[in-house]
């Protein structure tokens, strides 16, 4: 599979900009542009990629884009909570004035004949038109993430669960918690926004692994996380890092993928004696972070989006990024990783498991 990873700064609040950014960093990458279509499988930009991360309810507001509920069938809803499921279709025509994320996205999906996730504010609306007014009793707004097919369809809008404490101030958690589902071309897809990675606020165990445990318990093939992941620094991104990944990040991040990895190392015998996990046996799990770059109202992000393989209990590295780079990674997992990242073996407990982490670079 090729996977392709935009990681950039965005602009608070300036989602005009953001897309003309997002767009020079695709064609610097010559994604296309005197490439063939479909020369990616799956291209991913980070959580909120257009509106920016660190937002009150009143910056938020302008830039929370509708959607209106819909059923499986395309038919407009009348309930006054959204669906369950996140797999349900938002149905173009899309406005590109008040659904900016989404009108790229379909399009972008299409030009490049390629699955895209990307991160936006969603205004979700029992109303069947595509407006709603975020203080209506009727709305809710979620910090949300997109799955489309190359033919522009709608795959999967999923809603983050576990929402950071600036996530709380106007979003709500999504109703439908963590999901896996089959989805031609990539496997069984199981989707997550930063914050998802971590015990719910900070409270649960760190050995709970919910995110994880999901993952392991629905046998997901293809982990897609879209981050706006914080540095604890007190400064941004030094010239010198720029290149080279943040290794507090990506040490916490393998930490949390603690119960995969685990698994993958299941004996042949041992697997053979769980039903369900029948024809998955062998198979490596891809786990794919974009995270963003870049410095916002006083927050730094840690950059550092990769592509790992999770089999046998090794995890391979594919690619990474610097913590500052604004640039498209695109790697193949069809070839050899650059490489491989050595995991302790022996026993359950994990080295994280009694440190009191820093909530400013777990998010």
């Known amino acids: 599979m090729r996977i392709a990873l935009l990681q950039f700064s965005p602009v608070l609040s300036d989602v005009a900009a953001n897309i003309r950014r997002a767009d020079e960093v695709l064609r610097e990458a010559g994604l296309g542009e005197g490439q063939g279509p479909g020369e990616v499988d799956l291209l991913m930009l980070p959580e909120m990629a257009f509106s920016g991360y660190n937002h009150t309810p ?7 884009e509708p959607t209106p509920s819909t059923t499986s069938t395309s038919t407009p809803s009348t309930t006054s909570t959204p ?17 900016p994320t989404l009108s790229w996205a379909l399009n972008t ?26 203080s209506s009793s009727s709305s809710t707004a979620y910090n949300s993430a997109l799955l489309i097919s190359p033919t522009g369809e709608v795959l999967r809008n999923y809603r983050k669960t576990f929402l950071y404490y600036t996530d709380e101030a106007w979003a709500a958690e999504g109703p439908q918690g963590f999901e896996t589902g089959e989805v031609e071309g990539l496997g069984r897809v199981c989707m997550g926004i930063c914050m998802d990675i971590n015990p719910y606020r900070f409270l649960t165990p760190f050995t709970t692994y919910e995110f994880a445990t999901h993952a392991v318990r629905t046998s997901a093939t293809l982990i897609l996380l879209t981050n706006a992941w914080l540095t604890s620094s007190p400064s941004p991104c030094p010239p010198s890092h720029i290149h080279s990944p943040h290794i507090e990040a990506l040490s916490y991040w393998l930490a949390r993928l603690e119960p995969i990895i685990r698994k993958s190392a299941t004996s042949e015998e041992e697997q053979e004696e769980e039903e369900e996990d029948e024809g998955q046996r062998g198979r490596e799990v891809l786990v794919a972070i974009c995270n963003r770059a870049g410095s916002e109202e006083g927050a730094h992000y840690a950059g550092s989006s990769v592509v790992l393989g ?21 790697v193949d997992t069809e070839e050899e990783g650059v490489g491989r990242v050595l995991r302790r073996r022996g026993g359950d407990e ?14």
Not at 83 to 99: A, E, G, H
Not at 310 to 330: A, S, T
Not at 355 to 362: A, G
């Open 109 to 134: 999906a299409v030009r490049l004949q390629c699955h895209l996730t990307i991160g936006y504010p969603e205004l979700w609306s029992s109303a069947s038109t595509a407006s709603a007014d975020p």
């Open 350 to 363: 994990d080295d994280h498991g009694d440190k009191d982490e820093d909530e400013e670079n777990t998010r």
């Open 310 to 330: 999770i089999k046998e209990g090794r995890v391979r590295m594919y690619g990474g990024l610097g913590e500052g780079e604004e640039r498209v990674l695109v």
């Open 58 to 64: 009143a910056t938020i507001a302008p830039l929370l």
């Open 83 to 99: 669906s369950s499921s996140s797999f349900y279709p938002i149905t173009p025509p899309l406005n590109p004035t008040t659904q």
